[in-house]
């Protein structure tokens, strides 16, 4: 079988994270796995994969804010149509390549399977309603939709109604990178609290920061991520203003997400909104108790294992983590909940089930 991957880029984030993982295990069996990106330019990612040895394509290559410009430019639907006869089935991620392979495959009769990912459990899209329209017919023009998670299927379903199409494949993570034992935090008198997400808008870092400037001094927290909407400089004023610049580090964009989970003590992934939580599941991984907003995507995920709190609580927030610090038998209990957890959602399962999906529509005749 051969398979192509569409992406917008290799920049760090979950989906990008994804391919990295997903795809060499895709080529199990003899599949040939490619992968095209709209814009090819250089990332760890990116040459991670070539390292691995997965093939790709690329449409264009641009740095700075050309970046933004270049994926949506329509050329793209036409720069397309030399890939998309090639390959078996044409697996997209992302809004731009959603709607420009639909319309390649549209405006050229291509004869690819067309397979996308919904990776989150709202869009900006959603809330104009002339795009309605618009998403409907794209959907169908699918011949799989996969969801993330079960919150993102019933959101979209919602949203456009029973798709014919749609289904649930459980997100995935690469457990034996992150697998670590449980911390023993009954001797600590400083604690650590990371939360690892790139800067964007359905990301509330903002009720972390009033959470722990809630939290005595021997308590710090910092931030790992890619500031991809120029959240950052609001956040350190906000630190400014509670008092706690001294106890908040930004760390910017990081490669080695395994080493700072290690050195963290307890983990929150506060969201407005959330897909899934891929690095909620790295998290639970490595050992470390987490703390996560209660918001669909992520309490499918935690619900049981983890602690959830409300979104955009901070007194709550702050209250949980202090309960889980000093209490060591607590923090135990409930890291190895997630520990195991985590177990569920190996990335193997995830190839296992596209593979199977693959299958059935290729041999669909």
């Known amino acids: 079988m051969k398979i192509l991957h569409v992406i917008t880029t290799l920049d760090i984030g979950g989906a990008e994270r994804l391919m990295v993982d997903l795809l060499p295990l895709l080529q199990q069996d003899g599949n040939q796995v490619d992968l095209l990106l709209f814009n090819g330019v250089d990332t760890p990612f990116k040459n991670e994969l070539i390292r691995k040895g997965i093939h790709i394509h690329q449409l264009s290559c641009w740095k700075g804010i050309k970046n933004h410009y ?45 397979v996308t990912t919904e990776h989150n459990t709202y869009n900006c899209r959603r809330s104009q309603k ?116 001294d106890r908040v580090d930004f760390l910017g964009a990081h490669s080695d997400v395994p080493e700072l989970l290690e050195k963290s003590d307890v983990v929150v992934m506060s969201s407005h909104w959330e897909g899934f939580g891929l690095a909620a599941v790295e998290a639970m991984a490595a050992g470390r108790p987490l703390i996560a907003s209660d918001v669909g995507g992520l309490r499918d995920v935690v619900h049981g294992a983890g602690v959830l709190f409300p979104q955009g609580d901070d007194k709550a927030l702050a209250e949980k983590i202090q309960w889980l610090c000093e209490n060591p038998t607590e923090y135990h209990d409930v890291a190895k909940r997630c520990q195991e957890r985590a177990r569920h959602y190996d990335i193997s399962i995830m190839a296992d089930d596209y593979l199977e999906l693959y299958n059935k529509l290729v041999h669909s005749d």
């Open 70 to 114: 270049e994926v949506y430019n329509p050329a793209n639907i036409f720069r397309l149509r030399k890939y998309l006869d090639d390959y078996d089935i044409v697996h997209t991620h992302n809004t731009a390549c959603q709607f420009y392979v639909a319309l390649a495959v549209a405006l050229f009769n291509s004869n690819s399977m067309l």
């Open 130 to 245: 002339w795009f309605k329209l618009i998403d409907k017919w794209m959907y169908n023009q699918y011949s799989a939709i996969v969801c993330i998670s079960e919150q993102t299927r019933r959101n979209l379903c919602e949203y456009l109604g029973d798709l014919k199409s749609i289904r649930t494949i459980q997100n995935g993570v690469n457990i034996s990178r992150f697998l670590k034992s449980v911390a023993d935090i009954s001797k600590r008198s400083n604690y650590l609290i990371s939360m690892i997400a790139a800067f964007r808008k359905q990301k509330d870092h903002e009720t972390l920061i009033r959470a722990v400037s809630r939290l005595p001094r021997n308590y710090k927290l910092q931030f790992a991520g890619r500031d991809f909407d120029g959240k950052v400089p609001a956040l350190k004023q906000m630190c400014v203003d509670l008092g706690i610049q």
